[in-house]
């Protein structure tokens, strides 16, 4: 079945750093890929999302890209604020499911 | 302004009681969803709806009942045979297959038992 794989956290970064937060996936079509956020105590937010191999998304100065050769769809910043610290799900949609899969989340902190 | 309520955002259940959570959407999406998140373990889905009158069951809707007789409703009852209800439960929506399953989300309610 299809499966997200996010890498452990909780991932902790001073203030401008450079974030990396790995995330692999297992499906059987041709997925859409997705980036949530939920930060303290809400509900999940859509941070960015790619349909198609190749395809870049980018929102707040977060970007992922759609590696289809290595089944991957890693999130990054180039500098992270202290706002930034929450907790990111990777998600994919497989081809005519109704359904998203979720990875188990990575909890970012941002110390200034 | 368009989005997804769910209430209470706090709700404390009895042992032995039926409660229930509410979740209306006015973004005139067809599917609706139900998830538990427990600290770790990521989200996981209970009941999902593609339209009104029709629901199916997620990996978890043991001790769970929903119903969907409105197009912008889609209530959870966590029943008394849920053992083990603490937890933070979030409703989805979303407008479909053609928008890639794209969900949005309520702000979530937190169960706690008495």
């Known amino acids: 079945g299809d499966s997200v794989t996010q890498m452990e956290g909780p991932v902790t970064l001073s203030e401008e750093a450079f974030l990396t937060i790995n995330c692999t996936y297992t499906?059987?079509?041709?997925?859409?890929l997705f980036w949530y956020v939920q930060y303290p105590g809400e509900g999940l937010q859509l941070l960015l999302k790619a349909t198609k191999a190749d395809d870049k998304g980018s929102n707040k100065g977060f970007e992922a890209t759609y590696r289809k050769e290595t089944t991957s769809f890693h999130l990054e910043k180039g500098s992270v604020q202290v706002s930034d610290s929450a907790v990111y799900f990777c998600a994919l949609s497989d081809t005519g499911s109704e359904k998203l899969v979720f990875g188990k989340g990575t909890k970012l902190t941002v110390n200034p | 302004d368009g989005g997804i309520t769910q209430s209470p955002k706090y709700l404390f259940r009895k042992e032995g009681q039926n409660v229930t959570l509410s979740c209306e959407q006015n973004?005139?999406?067809?599917?609706m969803y139900w998830y538990r998140q427990d600290p770790g373990q990521g989200l996981r889905l209970i009941y999902y709806?593609?339209?009104?009158?029709?629901?199916q069951k997620g990996d978890i809707a043991e001790g769970y009942s929903v119903s969907r007789e409105k197009k912008e409703s889609f209530p959870l009852t966590v029943t008394s045979a849920q053992k083990n209800p603490t937890a933070f439960y979030l409703c989805?929506?979303?407008?479909?297959?053609?928008?890639?399953?794209?969900?949005?989300f309520g702000a979530g309610t937190r169960l706690s038992v008495l």
């Open positions: 973004l005139n999406h067809d599917a």
């Open positions: 499906a059987t079509g041709y997925p859409s």
């Open positions: 989805a929506s979303s407008p479909g297959l053609l928008a890639k399953n794209i969900q949005y």
């Open positions: 709806s593609q339209i009104v009158n029709d629901f």
